[in-house]
C-alpha cells in the first residue's frame, strides 16, 4: 500500500471549505473522482484500509495506516460502519446535525449503505474540538468510586486506569511529632485520682444487703428483659445474624426469598400475588423488631451520650488551639519552602525535565530511523546487499525489542521485519537457482568462467547469514540437470549432422538414432559430449573456487594456515588410499588432488561492505558449520564428477546393445579406451577422487574386448601349431627390429611401421643382444603376440589383471602343444612328418628358450598395473617353470635318442680286428652328425651338456660290454685293440667344435677290471 505523503495531512478534507464532498476520492491511495456514490468509496474502505484482527475490525485510514478516530484495538461490524459514515464518507457535523448517515447491510456477497436521516443532537467534531462536553467522558467516576461491590472490584483499578504511581501508600509518621507514651498522661491521672477515690469510697459504704436488693432486682429486670428480647430476636431467622450473610450468595438469596412459595401463590383480584406481599410484611416486621432492640440500646447509653456532648464544646476549643498552632506551623513551612526549598528543588526538576527531553529526542531521531527501515531494505535488496539487509532487519528487531519496547506504532513492524526476512530468504534461494542456471547453461564455447560473480557472492553470504547451506544441494541439481542436457544435445548434434542418418524419417528413442551412426562418427560424438562435460565441470569448479574463498570469509579465516590444513585433512584418506596402490602397482596413473585448475587463480577479489563481504566481516558460521560446508563442497564436486560418468556409461551401454562395441577391431577399442581413459583422469585431477563408474563400464567392455583379442589369437596359434613343421624359418626384419627395440627399452613394444626397413632381406637367426636363436615361425608370431598383450595393457590398464591371466594361458597353450606335437609326436598325423628328428627337437627347445628369455620382460611390464601381484605373478614364474622342464625334457630326449643309437652299436662290438672298428665309426659317425645338427640349433653349453651325458653313457655301455666280453687290461693283444678304438673316439670327439674338453679320459672303461 502506497504510504501518504508526509506534508498532506490525510484528514485536511473534513475542512468545511473544501470544495467537494470527502468521498469523492481516497486521500490515502491518492484516487480522485474515481467514487461517484458513497457507496462506492464505503466499500472502497472495507476492502483496502480495513483489517480484521479476531472478531474485530480496525480502520486503517490515516497517516501510517492508524485511523486518529476509531480505537486501535478495533470495534464490532456494526460500530465499524457506523465509524466510517460518521467520520469518512460524511463531514461529522453533517452526520450529526440530521445529515445522510449510512448503515451497512450484508446483501448477499457485498454491502449495501443506504442512507438513514438521524435526528441525534450531538456535539461536532470540527466545531467544538476545543469544548469538553458531556459525550467526551468515557466513565462516571463517582459512580465507580461508589460502586456498591467494592469488595470484590480489583484493587489495581487506580494503576491499571493512571499508570503504576498512582498506587495506595502508607502514610509514615512526622518527624516533626513526638512519640506520645504513658508519660504524657500522668497530670491527667494526677488531676481525676481524687475524684476516683472519693467515688470510690461512696460505693464502699452501700451496705451489702442493699448491694445485694439492688443487684437481684437489676438481675431480675435484666433477666426478663433478656428473655423478652431473646423472645422477640427469636422471630428473626438466624441466618439474618450470620456473620457471613450476604445476598450475593444463591443459597442465602434463596433462603430470604422462598420464590417457590412465589410462583405458587395465586393472584388476587388485582392480579397482584399474596404471597409477595407476605413476605414484604414478615422482612418489615424483622426490620421493626431488630430496629426496636437497636433504640432500646442506644437509650440504655443515652447518659455516655450525654457526657460525650458536654464535652464537645471543650473539645472545640482544644480544636481551634490546634489548628491555630497548625496554621502557624504551616505558615513557617511556606515561607521555608520559599526561602530554601523551591528554588533548589525547581532547579532539579529543570535538570531531569532537560534529560527527559534528551531521552525524548534521541529516542524520536531513533523512531525516525526505524521508520526509515523498509525503505533501507529495499534500497538494499535491489543492489543485492542482502547481507546488509539482513543486517538491518536484525538490528531493528533487537532495536525494538530493547529500546522501543511499548511503543504502539511500532506493534506491528517487528512481525513484518519477520516476515521480510522468510521474504529474503526465498529471493536469496529463488536468485541461486537463476544464477546457477543461467551460468551451467550458457553457451559452450562461452569459456569465461563465471559473470557478474559479484552476484554469486552476495547470495551466499546471505544464505550464510541466513545459516541456510542448501546452496550446495543448488548447484549439485542444477550441475546434474546441465550435464544431462549438454549430453542430450551433443547426440542431438551428432546424429543430426551425420551423413548416413535420416533422423526424421527414423521413428524411435534418440538411443536408437544414435546405434546408427558410425565407429568415426561416434568417437567424434564421444569426444564432443565429453568437451562438453568438462566446460560443465570447469564451470562448477569456478563455482566451489568462489563459494569457497566466501565460506572462508564468512567463518573469518584466512587462505593460508587452517584452510590448507583443512584440506589436507579432507583429501586424507584418498591420499592414504592412493599411497597404498602405488606402493603395490608401482607407476600407476597418479591422481593429483586439485580444487582448481592449473594457473585458475580465485575468483573472489572483492572487498566487501556491509551486505557484500569483507576480510573483517564478522563471523557467520561456526568453525563446525565451516568443515561441515567445505566437505559438503568438496562431495558436490565429485557428485558432479561422478553423475557425469554414469550418464556417459549410459551412453556407452545404449551404443552397445547391438554389439558394436565387441566388434571394434583392436585399434579402434584402444582408440576409445584412450579417450575415455583421458576423461577420467581429467574428472579425477579437478575433483581429486578416482571414479568407478565410468572405468568400470569400459572394464566391462574391455573384458569382452580381451575375451575375443585373447580368443582371436589363441585361435590363431592353434592353427599355425597345427600347420608347423618344425623347420628353421627365416627372420624377416620387423621381427628383428622388434627384439632390438626391446633389448634396447627394456619394455614389450612393437616398433613404428615407418621405422622398419623393409628391403632388408630375412636373416636365418633372430639375434638377442647377440645371442643367435634358430626359430620356427611360429615361435616368431607368439612373440608378437606377447607384445601385443603388452600394448593392449598399456591402453587398457583397468584390464591388467584380465589380460596377464590370457598371456599366461596362450603361453601355457604353447608350451602344451609344442610338448604334444613335438615329444608327443603329434606333428606326425597333423602336417604329416616322417619322423620327428633330432634338428625338430632343437628347434622346440630353442623356441621355449626365447620365449623364457622374454618371461622377465612381461613380469615387469606388467606389474605396475596389477592389483594382486603376488598370486599373478608367481603363475608367471610358474610358466617359467614349466618351460624350463620342457627345455629339460626334450634334452633328455635327445640324450636318449644318441644313447640307443651308441647302445646298438656298442652291444655288436668286439675287440677283433680291423682297427679302429666299424661300431665305433659309426659311434662316431652319429655322434658328429647329432653334433652338426643340434650345434647350430642350440646354445654351446647346452650343447656341451648333452655331450657329457652322453659321453658318460657311452662309457658305461663300453665298460659292460667288456665285462660281458671278458676283456681286461692285461696289456694283450686285445687290450691294444681296445685301446685303438678308444683313441679314435677321443680324436673324433675332441675335433668337435664346443665339446673338446668332454672327454676326460677313456681309461675309467677299465675300472674294476683286474690283471690275470
Known amino acids: 500500500m502506497a504510504s501518504v505523503p508526509y506534508n498532506i495531512h490525510p484528514w485536511s478534507h473534513l475542512d468545511g471549505n473544501s470544495g467537494s464532498p470527502q468521498w469523492k476520492k481516497c486521500i490515502v491511495c491518492c484516487k480522485t473522482g474515481a467514487f461517484k456514490l458513497p457507496t462506492e468509496f464505503a466499500h472502497h474502505l472495507r476492502n483496502f484500509h480495513c483489517s ?46 440530521g445529515g445522510v448517515g449510512l448503515r451497512m447491510t450484508q446483501m448477499g456477497h457485498g454491502h449495501m449503505i443506504s442512507p438513514l436521516v438521524s435526528g441525534r443532537k450531538e456535539p461536532s467534531i470540527v466545531e467544538d474540538q476545543f469544548r469538553w462536553t458531556i459525550y467526551d467522558a468515557s466513565v ?24 503504576e504511581a498512582f498506587e495506595k501508600k502508607d502514610v509514615q509518621p512526622s518527624p516533626f511529632l513526638p512519640e506520645i507514651n504513658g508519660s504524657h498522661f500522668e497530670r491527667y491521672l494526677g488531676k481525676i485520682s481524687d475524684k476516683y477515690k472519693i467515688h470510690a469510697h461512696g460505693i464502699e459504704q452501700l451496705s451489702k444487703q442493699q448491694i445485694s436488693d439492688r443487684l437481684h432486682s437489676g438481675a431480675l429486670k435484666s433477666l426478663k428483659q433478656l428473655e423478652k428480647n431473646r423472645a422477640d430476636l427469636d422471630q428473626v431467622p438466624k441466618i439474618f445474624m450470620l456473620p457471613n450473610f450476604s445476598l450475593e450468595n444463591p443459597e442465602t438469596f434463596c433462603a430470604v426469598f422462598p420464590w417457590t412459595q412465589v410462583e405458587e401463590s395465586k393472584p388476587d383480584k388485582n392480579g ?62 511556606h515561607a521555608l519552602e520559599e526561602t530554601l526549598a523551591k528554588g533548589s528543588l525547581k532547579i532539579l526538576k529543570l535538570t531531569r525535565s ?66 521480510l526476512e522468510k521474504i529474503i530468504d526465498m529471493m536469496l534461494r529463488a536468485d541461486l537457482v537463476k544464477y546457477v542456471t543461467a551460468e551451467l547453461n550458457r553457451p559452450i564455447t562461452d569459456l569465461q568462467a563465471l559473470a557478474d560473480e559479484e552476484k554469486l557472492v552476495a547470495i551466499v553470504l546471505g544464505m550464510l547469514r541466513q545459516r541456510d547451506f542448501e546452496f550446495v544441494d543448488v548447484i549439485r541439481d542444477e550441475a546434474f540437470t546441465a550435464l544431462k542436457a549438454t549430453i542430450k544435445q551433443s547426440v542431438i548434434e551428432a546424429v543430426a549432422t551425420a551423413d548416413d542418418v535420416d533422423a526424421e524419417g527414423i521413428v524411435g528413442s534418440l538411443a536408437d538414432q544414435m546405434r546408427l551412426l558410425n565407429y568415426t562418427e561416434w568417437m567424434n560424438m564421444l569426444k564432443n559430449v565429453f568437451h562438453n562435460i568438462l566446460v560443465i565441470v570447469n564451470r562448477v569448479m569456478a563455482f566451489h573456487t568462489v563459494v569457497r574463498e566466501v565460506i572462508l570469509i564468512a567463518a573469518g579465516r584466512t587462505r593460508k594456515g587452517a584452510d590448507v590444513a583443512l584440506l589436507q585433512s579432507s583429501d586424507e584418506t584418498l591420499e592414504e588410499n592412493k599411497d597404498a596402490e602405488d606402493e603395490d602397482d608401482g607407476d600407476d596413473d597418479d591422481i593429483v588432488p586439485s580444487d582448481a585448475e592449473p594457473g585458475h587463480e580465485p ?113 590363431k596359434l592353434s592353427l599355425i601349431l597345427d600347420n608347423e613343421r618344425w623347420k628353421q624359418a627365416d627372420v624377416p626384419a620387423e621381427f628383428q627390429e622388434m627384439v632390438d627395440l626391446i633389448s634396447k627399452s627394456g619394455k614389450m613394444q612393437l616398433p613404428e611401421k615407418q621405422r622398419i626397413d623393409l628391403s632388408k632381406k630375412p636373416a636365418e637367426f633372430i639375434v638377442v643382444n647377440g645371442e643367435k636363436f634358430a626359430v620356427v615361425g611360429t615361435v616368431l608370431m607368439l612373440l608378437k603376440m606377447m607384445v601385443e598383450y603388452c600394448e593392449c595393457v598399456d591402453n587398457i590398464p583397468a584390464a591388467a589383471q584380465d589380460i596377464l591371466g590370457r598371456l599366461i594361458d596362450l603361453l601355457k597353450t604353447f608350451n602344451s602343444r609344442t610338448c604334444q606335437l613335438v615329444l608327443g609326436a603329434g606333428a606326425l598325423q597333423l602336417v604329416g612328418l616322417k619322423t620327428i628328428s633330432t634338428k625338430n627337437l632343437a628347434l622346440a627347445s630353442r623356441c621355449l628358450q626365447l620365449i623364457v628369455r622374454y618371461v622377465p620382460y612381461i613380469k615387469d611390464h606388467f606389474k605396475p598395473k596389477l592389483y594382486d601381484k603376488k598370486h599373478t605373478l608367481k ?138
Open 52 to 97: 480484521k484482527e479476531g472478531g474485530s475490525y480496525v480502520c486503517r485510514y490515516g497517516v501510517n495506516e492508524v485511523c486518529p478516530s476509531l480505537p486501535l484495538e478495533g470495534v464490532s461490524d456494526k460500530d465499524y460502519e457506523d465509524h466510517v459514515a460518521r467520520d469518512h464518507v460524511y463531514n461529522g457535523s453533517d452526520y450529526r446535525r
Open 140 to 163: 462516571n467516576l463517582p459512580a465507580v468510586l461508589n460502586d456498591p461491590r467494592l469488595a470484590k472490584r480489583e484493587t489495581d483499578f487506580f494503576t491499571k486506569t493512571w499508570g
Open 354 to 419: 532537560r534529560t527527559n527531553y534528551v531521552k525524548l529526542h534521541n529516542k524520536l531521531k531513533l523512531i525516525s530511523t526505524v521508520q526509515q527501515t523498509q525503505p533501507t531494505i529495499q534500497l538494499l535488496l535491489s543492489t543485492n546487499e542482502f547481507v546488509g539487509a539482513l543486517d538491518l532487519i536484525s538490528t531493528t528487531q533487537e532495536v525494538l525489542a530493547q529500546e522501543l519496547a511499548g511503543i504502539h506504532s511500532f506493534r506491528h513492524l517487528g512481525s513484518q521485519l519477520a516476515e
Open 875 to 1012: 603363475n608367471l614364474d610358474q610358466i617359467s617353470k614349466d618351460y624350463m622342464d620342457h627345455i629339460d625334457e626334450i634334452s633328455n630326449k635327445l640324450v636318449a635318442i644318441m644313447e640307443g643309437l651308441t647302445e646298438s652299436y656298442v652291444i655288436k662290438w668286439d675287440a677283433k680286428a680291423p682297427m679302429p672298428s666299424s661300431c665305433f665309426r659309426s659311434v662316431c659317425k652319429q655322434m658328429t652328425k647329432f653334433h652338426e645338427v643340434i650345434i647350430d640349433v642350440l646354445p654351446q653349453h647346452q650343447v656341451k651338456v648333452i655331450f657329457q651325458r652322453i659321453h658318460k653313457s657311452f662309457v658305461n655301455l663300453l665298460r659292460h660290454q667288456l665285462l660281458t666280453l671278458n676283456v681286461i687290461n692285461d696289456g694283450g693283444p686285445q687290450t691294444g685293440m681296445v685301446n685303438a678304438d678308444i683313441v679314435f673316439y677321443e680324436n673324433n670327439i675332441k675335433s668337435l667344435k664346443g665339446v673338446e674338453d668332454v672327454i676326460e679320459g677313456m681309461q675309467s672303461v677299465w675300472t674294476n677290471q683286474v690283471k690275470s
Open 272 to 333: 397482584n400475588r399474596q404471597s409477595c406481599k407476605l413476605l414484604q410484611e414478615k422482612l418489615s416486621h424483622y426490620l421493626d423488631t431488630v430496629e426496636v432492640h437497636i433504640g432500646e440500646q442506644i437509650s440504655k447509653r443515652s447518659e455516655a451520650f450525654f457526657h460525650a456532648m458536654t464535652s464537645h464544646d471543650e473539645l472545640q476549643d482544644y480544636m481551634q488551639v490546634t489548628c491555630r498552632a497548625i496554621k502557624q506551623l504551616r505558615d513557617k513551612i
Open 603 to 715: 575468483l573472489l577479489h572483492v572487498s566487501v561492505t556491509p551486505g557484500n563481504a569483507s576480510d573483517d566481516l564478522d563471523v557467520m558460521i561456526t568453525e563446525s558449520e565451516y568443515l561441515a560446508t567445505v566437505q559438503g563442497l568438496k562431495k558436490m564436486l565429485c557428485a558432479v564428477c561422478d553423475h557425469a560418468h554414469d550418464r556417459c556409461v549410459k551412453l556407452m551401454v545404449a551404443r552397445a546393445k547391438d554389439g558394436f562395441l565387441e566388434k571394434l577391431s583392436s585399434n579402434e577399442f584402444v582408440a576409445l579406451s584412450k579417450v575415455i581413459e583421458g576423461f577420467v583422469t581429467e574428472c579425477e585431477r579437478k575433483c581429486g577422487r578416482r571414479s568407478t563408474s565410468l572405468r568400470g563400464s569400459l572394464l566391462n567392455q574391455a573384458n569382452r574386448f580381451v575375451d575375443r583379442f585373447h580368443d582371436e589369437r589363441k585361435t
